[in-house]
């Protein structure tokens, strides 16, 4: 399930409409560990998906960690346990405890809708800590679009070998133009980040995907209590595209 064509979210939309992107609509964005349904929209409104990895590991973000409602319907952190590591290590370089199996064994009767049937084909990928953090936050991911119907069409940042030199807007459209894109696609919160007229000299259109109206609460506990395909509609209803 896509809604991807040349742009058709932005050539359908009900208010006044952007002349459609024709070519390859590509997303940058850091892995997240279970994120919320809006997160998936980057997958639904693109061609190809990168995950940003190659960027210094966000401690307070949403990286590794999740909140889903324990026994009492309070939120309560669910957290990879990650090796100790400089502050400046990447996101690549991460590494898990050599007590991360026990460690996120002991988190889950904490959270009732890791218990419910549904939930067992999640919990064997929760419980896959092959690999490093990364692998296994992207395993997530995959298996999340997957259950969602949603394309994968995914890369890793520092696959690109792109200047680590430079930061922030420059290095997204470093990445952007080694890929050829035609529209970088952002989320909402993104607009203070980038400068119009910076894209445009590269030749490449901005986008943005228009506020979530959906529930912020992690794929995780939604997938365990909800059908996939109301979760996968509400995705691909808010994923139209606008400048």
């Known amino acids: 399930m896509s809604v991807r064509g040349d742009c058709i ?3 359908n939309s009900s208010g006044p409409a ?9 997303a940058i964005m850091q892995p997240y560990f279970v994120p919320y349904a809006g997160y998936f929209r980057l997958f639904a409104a693109t061609d190809l998906f990168v995950l940003y990895d190659c960027v210094q590991f966000p401690r307070r973000g949403w990286l590794h960690r999740n909140q889903l409602r324990d026994t009492r319907g309070e939120s309560q952190w669910l957290t990879l ?10 996101i690549h370089d991460l590494r898990f405890r050599d007590t991360a199996a026990a460690d996120m064994d002991g988190q889950f009767p904490r959270f009732p809708a890791l218990a419910l049937a549904a939930a067992l084909p999640l919990m064997q990928q929760f419980r896959d800590l092959s690999g490093t953090p990364l692998d296994h936050i992207e ?20 696959s690109l070998g792109v200047d680590p030199a430079l930061r922030g807007q420059d290095r997204i459209l470093a990445i952007a133009g080694r890929l050829g894109a035609a529209c970088y696609v ?3 919160g993104g607009r203070a980040l980038y400068d119009t007229a910076s894209f445009n000299a590269a030749g490449i259109a901005l986008r943005f995907l228009e506020p979530h109206l959906g529930s912020y609460a992690s794929i995780a506990e939604r997938l365990a209590t909800e059908p996939p ?6 995705i691909v209803a808010g994923s139209r595209l606008v400048a």
């Open 9 to 11: 979210s932005e050539a």
């Open 18 to 26: 952007e002349a459609p992107v024709r070519g390859l609509h590509v």
């Open 81 to 90: 346990p990650l090796r100790k590591a400089p502050q400046d290590v990447l």
């Open 139 to 158: 395993r997530l991911l995959r298996y999340a679009a997957e259950q969602l119907g949603l394309p994968w069409r995914v890369l890793r940042s520092s």
């Open 186 to 188: 952002n989320a909402p």
């Open 229 to 234: 395909a109301a979760i996968a509609a509400e």
